[in-house]
């Protein structure tokens, strides 16, 4: 969902970076051949998630939520040359998918793929991170908070994406709607927790940039 009238948005898009032909092709493939290719980051949020990580310069990222393997790549990019990403995601039919495009991208030896329940891994990982990418079961965004805010450096970035939930945070809750009712949760713990400082992005479909302190 935009939030921007069409005109500006499109116009916001024609002025930023093109996103690199590997991404364009694991784009294409993804609407192609998987279910709910709407789940992609997209050329414009990707271009977003590559500028972070490459002001960031990131030596260890976690991602939870792989998908197809497009917003990994796109974080990725900002890596230093010994840095790692780590990457979970529930769903193993989507791994040769990922491979063929992780082994194309030169950054196959920076990545490695988790498969399971993100919940039951992330305590198992023994590393500090300057930069997680929040992007999976919405139901679930407290619980990774508080599983990660111990791993993260000083200064390091948590993204939360999908925060504006197709703008469903600011409409009457249905008291069924579990997805949104833990968002409305998770965003006002994210700007009141101390330990971090929060700005809310009404990109696509809202992106949240914590700074833990």
Known sequence: MHFLPEKIDNYVVAHS?????????????????????????GAFQGRILSMISKLIQPK???EIGTYTGYSALCLAEGLTSEGKIITIDKNEELETLQNKYF????FR?????????????????????DLVFIDADKSNYINYFHL???KMNPGGI?????????????????????????????????????????VLLPIRDGLTISRVK
């Open 60 to 62: 260890n990222i976690l």
């Open 17 to 41: 970076q093109v996103e690199p032909r590997i991404l364009q092709e694991l784009t294409k493939e993804t609407w192609q051949k998987v279910l709910n290719p709407r789940m992609l980051s």
């Open 158 to 198: 948590i993204l939360s994406d999908n925060v504006l939930w197709s703008g469903k945070v600011v409409e009457a809750l249905d008291p069924k709607d579990t997805d949104t009712k833990v968002l409305l949760e998770y965003n006002k713990l994210m700007n009141e927790d101390a330990r971090i400082e929060t």
């Open 109 to 129: 030896n920076q990545i490695t793929q988790l498969v399971g329940n993100a919940i039951e891994i992330i305590p198992t990982i023994d590393a500090k991170f």
């Open 148 to 150: 990660i805010i111990e």
């Open 103 to 106: 082994e194309k991208s030169g």
